[in-house]
């Protein structure tokens, strides 16, 4: 398993799971989960993750801890790793604030593509 984390700036970081290679998960030949977390003085708590751990569907998803809803429509229709980071910039960014925008995208431009 691949795992590291990534600063976004000094309240915020990304922390990454790449499990090792599983026939089930059919496109990105592995499960992967992506965490936005927030540091505090003595833990981190969790804000919101992407993963693909329903193997029935192709495309990852997104939870927040913020509303009481689990599962949120993504909203990519290919399965382009450039596309899915764009788009989980942009729900990291609703999460952080605009003025985050260039710190969330130089963290999420470190992120190795799963399928890897």
Do not use: C
């Not at 059919?26 to 693909?52: A, C, G, P, W």
């Not at 942009?90 to 593509?113: F, M, P, T, W």
């Amino acid at each position: 398993m691949d795992r590291g984390n990534i600063p976004i700036n000094k309240n915020y970081e990304i922390e990454f799971r790449y499990f090792d290679k599983d026939t089930n998960y059919k496109y990105f030949n592995r499960k992967f989960e992506i965490y936005l977390l927030e540091k505090k003085t003595l833990q981190k708590s969790y804000v919101l993750h992407m993963d693909n751990s329903d193997i029935r569907q192709m495309t990852p998803y997104v939870f927040k801890a913020s509303t009481g809803k689990k599962k949120h429509d993504f909203g990519v229709t290919t399965l382009n790793w450039n596309d899915i980071r764009t788009k989980f910039t942009d729900y990291i960014v609703a999460e952080l604030g605009e003025k985050q925008r260039n710190n969330v995208k130089k963290a999420i431009g470190k992120l190795n593509s799963p399928k890897i």
